[in-house]
């Protein structure tokens, strides 16, 4: 072998920041005899290597790879002798260095199973102790100042090491071998009180006493506060209800291990791993009513009229700690919960809490008491939420765990673009390359706070991954919170700012999501989105590229009477779309407010026309009588997706699906829902006409599909917007589209809803930089 090829330079790119890379390189290096260095370079980590056994090292690196880490590509070349640092005659991990070039930040890691058996080991060092960790768990994004990823560059570094922490830091035969928050119970940061004076382990113990007697807990975790109490007491999750101003949605819960999970839940084939690694996020099962040990503990007041539970594992120590605290075992007092309602700390439509000011002004009203600690949280997260369709996550809310993990693009692009994502369940992106990093969630950008919380997580997050935008893309609204703060730093920037359809950024983000990059029918399926003419989508059929969108088709027109009222009332929705005599036979709304309804429509006062496919669901809801109004976002077409979920068949239908107009098609909806309207007066059963709704619509959605097929020869749709979270309509509209040749892209780890949206928004503006390029050559 030629003295050249016993050398090499690697460069490894991906998610090889804090799970313990170097240290495992180091021991793959010694195993293979190879020689050199390894250092984060900040954007990736950097190896040189010399040895006879190159190529089995190499091949080694992504079989072996740390089960925490994410290798997106490795780059080699064949280095100079002069190239080689100093120290490079054995092989060493040495010091950090940053340089230019794409940053990879990992999110935070679940506790391990082996630091979970340290904590209950009576004859561990760290028994018992809420802050263990190693290289494969622990907090990262949430307690990074800057990369690249060291002790020092973390809130961690507030908290010097003890001598035995700084011992096991430092030897390779450690599993905390680099492992950045290590710390102990002699030098890590302590639990504490906000109201009572208790600390430490009498802070913890006060906490489970609280939490057993019916009380309400603030818990600060990784990435901000929760709100905790015994989510088998009725009264103690009611009480929580009218304190948090929430009287229906549902409360996630913590459930003590998978056994619980089990006996209470039914769990698909395949969650259980999901569920168990290292992500820990919230994931929808159906709820048992009943098992082999009795009626569920479930509280009712969980989740009302829902067949579904939100259930995450304990995730932190301070959550084990909660469940199982072995020094209480012979105490009097009753065992703890097997199930605790672990909701997000924060007050109705602002961001989740992250600091003790934050906690004290808002949460102690809402709680007997607070537990907290000293470790800075330099980001919010709060938990991701999703369901699981066809074996794999179909995510809802994608925070914890998994940002900001980039998506990989189908192109590489030359300018680096932010997307400043939806004005509700708000997320932003940043651009750059062939990857899109996703912050965490940070939610509906009605309240100034979480306004003032998107701006401050931009700034962080774009100097953590060295990003600078050159152009910020906001929705077409000319009203939303997010366009004004897309402005306003395009201003303070010096960068243009751009607009993109709502719809078109929704089938962007799936095609991107996908990795694809031919044209799509993009199905795009939400409440509402500004359309180019100036009126109200939200049910469109938009044939599309990465160059733009022709809109082809949508649901039939209608009108919402009432402004904002409608949006919330579906029962507005069914007057307005139904003749006056089947709303009132139906009792929509009260005579007074028919009357008003009637005035509106034929004035045309407080009215405006839409093809919003999510009011659609909230009116056939409200028909049905599942539901009328909308206490939280969403909740009218649940219950109407309960419905049909409970149907043992759905009506027979034989009305028409799509009328053509010149080059455009509508969906025949509102025949669809008279018909609805006419079943439910004639007395037929309520699940069989929920589930023709959606059988017929996913039927309109086929056709309409079709109907493009014909004219442009496109065979593949992608199904976006929040009303695809509704997986029966989902999994209908998938067989039917599949079952007719059509490929079908669907997202799996990035929201349908807008909370994935920045993702298209970036992409959008990315190409847009790339064309205008191309026009100046």
Same mark, same amino acid.
């Given at each position: 072998?030629?003295?050249?090829?016993?050398?090499?330079?690697?460069?490894?790119? *991906?998610?090889?920041?804090?799970?313990?890379?170097?240290?495992?390189?180091?021991?793959?290096?010694?195993?293979?005899?190879?020689?050199?260095?390894?250092?984060?370079?900040?954007?990736?980590?950097?190896?040189?290597?010399?040895?006879?056994?190159?190529?089995?090292?190499?091949?080694?690196?992504?079989?072996?790879?740390?089960?925490?880490?994410?290798?997106?590509?490795?780059?080699?070349?064949?280095?100079?002798?002069?190239?080689?640092?100093?120290?490079?005659?054995?092989?060493?991990?040495? =010091?950090?260095?940053?340089?230019?070039?794409?940053?990879?930040?990992?999110?935070?890691?679940?506790?391990?199973?082996?630091?979970?058996?340290?904590?209950?080991?009576?004859?561990?060092?760290?028994?018992?102790?809420?802050?263990?960790?190693?290289?494969?768990?622990?907090?990262?994004?949430?307690?990074?100042?800057?990369?690249?990823?060291?002790?020092?560059?973390?809130?961690?570094? #507030?908290?010097?090491?003890?001598?035995?922490?700084?011992? #096991?830091?430092?030897?390779?035969?450690?599993?905390?071998?680099?492992?950045?928050?290590?710390?102990?119970?002699?030098?890590?940061?302590?639990?504490?009180?906000?109201?009572?004076?208790?600390?430490?382990?009498?802070?913890?113990?006060?906490?489970?006493?609280?939490?057993?007697?019916?009380?309400?807990?603030?818990?600060?975790?990784?990435?901000?506060?929760?709100?905790?109490? +015994?989510?088998?007491?009725?009264?103690?999750?009611?009480?929580?209800?009218?304190?948090?101003?929430?009287?229906?949605?549902?409360?996630?819960? /913590?459930?003590?291990?998978?056994?619980?999970?089990?006996?209470?839940?039914?769990?698909?084939?395949?969650?259980?791993?999901?569920?168990?690694?290292?992500?820990?996020?919230?994931?929808?099962?159906?709820?048992?009513?009943?098992?082999?040990?009795?009626?569920?503990?479930?509280?009712?007041?969980?989740?009302?009229?829902?067949?579904?539970?939100?259930?995450?594992?304990?995730?932190?120590?301070?959550?084990?700690?909660?469940?199982?605290?072995?020094?209480?075992?012979?105490?009097?007092?009753?065992?703890?919960?097997?199930?605790?309602?672990?909701?997000?700390?924060?007050?109705?439509?602002?961001?989740?809490?992250?600091?003790?000011?934050? !906690? #004290?002004?808002?949460?102690?009203?809402?709680?007997?008491?607070?537990?907290?600690?000293?470790?800075?949280?330099?980001?919010?997260?709060?938990?991701?939420? /999703?369901?699981?369709?066809?074996?794999?996550?179909? &995510?809802?809310?994608?925070?914890?765990?998994?940002?900001?993990?980039?998506?990989? %693009?189908?192109?590489?692009?030359?300018?680096?673009?932010?997307?400043?994502?939806?004005?509700?369940?708000?997320?932003? *992106?940043?651009?750059?390359?062939?990857?899109?990093?996703?912050?965490?969630?940070?939610?509906?950008?009605? +309240?100034?706070?979480?306004?003032?919380?998107?701006?401050?997580?931009?700034?962080?997050?774009?100097?953590?991954?060295?990003?600078?935008?050159?152009?910020?893309?906001?929705?077409?609204?000319?009203?939303?919170?997010?366009?004004?703060? !897309?402005?306003?730093? !395009?201003?303070?920037? *010096?960068?243009?700012? &751009?607009?993109?359809? $709502?719809?078109?950024?929704?089938?962007?983000?799936?095609?991107?999501?996908?990795?694809?990059?031919?044209?799509?029918?993009?199905?795009?399926?939400?409440?509402?989105?500004?359309?180019?003419?100036?009126?109200?989508?939200? *049910?469109?059929?938009?044939?599309?590229?990465?160059?733009?969108?022709?809109?082809?088709?949508?649901?039939?027109?209608?009108? $919402?009477?009432?402004?904002?009222?409608?949006?919330?009332?579906?029962?507005?929705?069914?007057?307005?779309?139904?003749?006056?005599?089947?709303?009132?036979? %139906?009792?929509?709304?009260?005579?007074?407010?028919?009357?008003?309804?009637?005035? &509106?429509?034929?004035?045309?006062?407080?009215?405006?026309?839409?093809?919003?496919?999510?009011?659609?669901?909230?009116?056939?809801?409200?028909?049905?009588?599942?539901?009328?109004?909308?206490?939280?976002?969403?909740?009218?077409?649940?219950?109407?997706?309960?419905?049909?979920?409970?149907?043992?068949?759905?009506?027979?239908? @034989?009305?028409?699906?799509?009328?053509?107009? =010149?080059?455009?098609?509508?969906?025949?909806?509102?025949?669809?829902?008279? #018909?609805?309207?006419?079943?439910?007066?004639?007395?037929? +059963?309520?699940?069989?006409?929920?589930?023709?709704? $959606?059988?017929?619509?996913?039927? /309109?959605?086929?056709?309409?599909?079709? $109907?493009?097929?014909?004219?442009?020869?496109?065979?593949?749709?992608?199904?976006?917007?929040?009303?695809?979270?509704?997986?029966?309509? %989902?999994?209908?509209?998938?067989?039917?589209?599949?079952? @007719?040749?059509?490929?079908?892209?669907?997202?799996? %780890?990035?929201?349908?809803?807008?909370?994935?949206?920045?993702?298209?928004?970036?992409?959008?503006?990315?190409?847009?930089?790339?064309?205008? +390029?191309?026009?100046?050559?």
């Amino acid at each position: 072998m030629k003295e050249a090829e016993n050398r090499m330079r690697i460069r490894i790119y *991906g998610i090889v920041q804090g799970v313990g890379f170097r240290p495992f390189i180091r021991k793959l290096a010694l195993r293979f005899r190879i020689t050199g260095t390894v250092c984060n370079r900040g954007s990736y980590v950097e190896i040189y290597a010399r040895g006879e056994r190159l190529s089995e090292f190499l091949e080694a690196i992504p079989k072996e790879a740390p089960a925490r880490s994410a290798i997106l590509k490795i780059k080699t070349t064949v280095p100079e002798e002069s190239d080689y640092p100093p120290g490079s005659e054995d092989f060493e991990i040495i =010091e950090s260095a940053k340089e230019e070039g794409m940053v990879f930040v990992s999110p935070d890691i679940a506790t391990c199973p082996d630091c979970e058996r340290e904590l209950f080991d009576p004859t561990n060092r760290r028994y018992l102790h809420p802050f263990i960790n190693c290289t494969a768990c622990g907090p990262r994004l949430t307690i990074l100042d800057s990369m690249p990823y060291d002790r020092v560059r973390t809130s961690m570094g #507030e908290f010097p090491m003890c001598e035995d922490c700084n011992r #096991e830091y430092t030897d390779i035969r450690s599993r905390r071998y680099h492992a950045q928050p290590i710390c102990c119970n002699d030098c890590g940061p302590e639990l504490y009180l906000l109201k009572g004076p208790e600390t430490g382990k009498d802070a913890l113990i006060q906490v489970r006493n609280l939490i057993r007697r019916g009380g309400i807990v603030a818990i600060k975790g990784i990435g901000g506060f929760h709100l905790c109490c +015994d989510g088998s007491n009725d009264e103690a999750v009611g009480r929580l209800r009218r304190l948090k101003n929430r009287p229906f949605k549902p409360f996630a819960v /913590m459930m003590r291990d998978m056994e619980t999970v089990r006996r209470e839940c039914e769990v698909p084939e395949g969650a259980e791993e999901l569920m168990t690694g290292p992500q820990k996020p919230i994931l929808l099962l159906a709820k048992k009513k009943t098992h082999e040990a009795g009626a569920s503990v479930l509280s009712e007041a969980l989740a009302p009229g829902n067949p579904n539970i939100g259930v995450m594992l304990p995730y932190t120590p301070v959550h084990m700690l909660l469940f199982r605290y072995p020094e209480e075992e012979n105490s009097q007092e009753p065992a703890m919960p097997e199930v605790l309602v672990m909701t997000s700390g924060n007050p109705s439509g602002a961001p989740i809490c992250m600091t003790d000011a934050e !906690a #004290e002004k808002y949460l102690a009203p809402m709680c007997d008491e607070i537990l907290s600690n000293p470790r800075k949280i330099r980001i919010r997260a709060d938990d991701s939420v /999703m369901s699981f369709y066809r074996n794999k996550p179909y &995510m809802i809310r994608r925070s914890r765990g998994y940002a900001p993990m980039p998506t990989v %693009l189908p192109q590489e692009y030359h300018h680096s673009v932010l997307g400043i994502g939806g004005e509700l369940k708000n997320t932003f *992106g940043l651009l750059r390359g062939d990857m899109n990093y996703m912050s965490p969630y940070i939610g509906d950008m009605a +309240d100034v706070r979480s306004v003032e919380a998107l701006e401050l997580a931009e700034e962080r997050l774009e100097r953590l991954l060295e990003i600078t935008p050159e152009a910020v893309v906001c929705d077409l609204h000319p009203k939303y919170n997010t366009g004004e703060v !897309a402005r306003k730093l !395009a201003e303070e920037k *010096g960068i243009p700012c &751009m607009e993109v359809q $709502h719809h078109y950024a929704h089938v962007l983000s799936c095609m991107a999501e996908n990795e694809w990059d031919s044209p799509v029918i993009g199905v795009s399926f939400d409440g509402t989105g500004f359309g180019t003419d100036g009126t109200i989508w939200g *049910g469109e059929f938009l044939l599309s590229d990465y160059d733009g969108f022709r809109r082809k088709g949508s649901i039939q027109p209608f009108l $919402h009477a009432g402004g904002d009222l409608a949006s919330k009332e579906g029962w507005r929705i069914a007057a307005a779309m139904l003749e006056p005599d089947a709303a009132e036979q %139906l009792n929509l709304g009260s005579p007074k407010e028919r009357a008003a309804i009637r005035f &509106m429509l034929g004035n045309r006062v407080n009215v405006v026309e839409s093809t919003s496919a999510g009011r659609l669901f909230d009116g056939v809801s409200a028909i049905l009588g599942c539901k009328e109004r909308n206490s939280f976002e969403g909740e009218m077409s649940m219950q109407l997706q309960f419905a049909a979920e409970q149907a043992e068949a759905p009506e027979i239908y @034989d009305g028409p699906l799509i009328s053509e107009k =010149e080059d455009f098609f509508y969906l025949e909806t509102v025949r669809l829902v008279r #018909e609805i309207a006419r079943g439910r007066l004639s007395g037929k +059963d309520v699940g069989a006409l929920a589930r023709m709704f $959606h059988e017929v619509l996913s039927q /309109m959605v086929l056709e309409g599909c079709r $109907h493009i097929r014909r004219e442009n020869g496109i065979s593949t749709a992608a199904l976006t917007g929040g009303v695809f979270q509704n997986t029966l309509l %989902l999994e209908l509209c998938r067989n039917k589209l599949e079952h @007719d040749g059509f490929r079908v892209l669907t997202h799996s %780890l990035v929201p349908p809803n807008d909370g994935g949206i920045a993702l298209g928004q970036a992409v959008y503006g990315a190409r847009k930089l790339e064309k205008e +390029d191309s026009r100046c050559v």
